[in-house]
């Protein structure tokens, strides 16, 4: 039997929010296109959101009630708080530092379980020195830890990794291979 909590690493965008929903709906409505979240994939959205540039596609995130309207995935809630309760967590993102502040207090609103000093800006996530990273993008999980890619339309080509739909399958899935 363990005596000390495994440390893990849960990225925030693609994860435990949805970040590509309201993304595409402003984009669409910004210019007048018609994409469907299930219509990306690839990770990289300008490679689909073709009428907005790299850079207007990120202005997109500093407008200033954009956050309002991101909003945890269904369970996240729940799954969250178990494993804050249960291992030492913590939320990794890799964001742009004009964002990172609102994107702070976003995650203390809507959980309030969390600390701010679990939030960790970071764009190189094999720097973690975490026992499980889970990611919705394939190329952060180049760690020396556990990975867990989180289903989404943009990588379901890729096979490499341990594959959960949500939260509440993490939590399983480390449950599951911790026991054994």
């Known amino acids: ?8 690493a849960l990225d925030l965008d693609g994860v435990i929010w949805d970040l590509v929903d309201p993304w595409v709906n402003s984009y669409n409505i910004l210019y007048g296109d018609n994409i ?3 219509d990306i994939k690839e990770y990289k959205l300008s490679n689909t959101l073709i009428k907005a540039t790299s850079e207007e596609l990120h202005n997109i995130l500093l407008q200033k009630n954009f956050w309002n309207n991101v909003f945890p995935f269904p369970n996240a809630f729940e799954y969250l708080d ?3 309760s249960e291992y030492d ?3 990794a993102t890799k964001t742009d530092y004009r964002i990172y ?12 379980f969390i600390n701010p000093e679990q939030i960790i800006c970071i764009n190189n ?3 973690l020195d975490v026992d499980w990273l889970v990611d919705d993008c394939a190329d952060n999980l180049n760690g020396n830890y556990n990975k867990i890619l989180l289903d989404a339309s943009y990588n379901r080509s890729n096979h490499e990794f341990i594959r959960a739909k949500d939260l509440k399958e993490v939590y399983n899935i480390i449950k599951f291979m911790e026991m054994n």
């Open 101 to 112: 502040e609102i994107k702070v207090n976003r995650v203390l609103k809507l959980f309030p």
């Open 1 to 8: 039997m363990r005596n000390f909590k495994s440390k893990i």
């Open 36 to 38: 469907k979240t299930t």
């Open 82 to 84: 178990k494993l804050n």
């Open 125 to 127: 996530k094999s720097l």
């Open 89 to 91: 967590l913590y939320i």
